[in-house]
């Protein structure tokens, strides 16, 4: 399993851009897929954007064009970049890591992004 910790969480006015971060504790991180997954009060957790060990990447439909999710290997970082925040952006913002090969899940603690109007 490896170890997630997650930054870059805070307050934004609407427009506004964050970037979050999520460093892995394994040397083998090029081996997992990464994803942040985001969980507002009273819903259920859902996947915001994806990258694959190979650096393919997928969105929700309501982050495209304005979210990019990276990768750093040799940081053993993931990162997402926020642009044209909107209220309804406002979560808690997971990191996860997926072994590419047993498919086992690992998540960071979460960081609080909140959106003003």
């Known amino acids: 399993q490896v170890q997630l910790g997650e930054s870059g969480g805070g307050l934004v006015q609407a427009g506004g851009s964050l970037r979050l971060s999520c460093a892995a504790s394994r040397s083998t991180f090029s081996i997992y897929h990464m994803a942040w997954y985001c969980q507002a009060p009273g819903k259920q957790r859902e996947l915001v954007a994806r990258?694959?060990?190979?650096?393919?990447?997928n969105y929700a439909d309501s982050v495209k064009g304005r979210f990019t999710i990276s990768r750093d290997n040799a940081k053993n970082t993931v990162y997402l970049q926020m642009n044209s925040l909107k209220p309804e952006d406002t979560a808690v913002y997971y990191c996860?890591?997926?072994?590419?090969?047993?498919?086992?899940?690992?998540w960071g603690q979460g960081t609080q992004v909140t959106v003003s109007s």
């Open positions: 990258i694959t060990s190979s650096g393919r990447t």
């Open positions: 996860n890591a997926k072994h590419y090969i047993t498919q086992r899940d690992s």
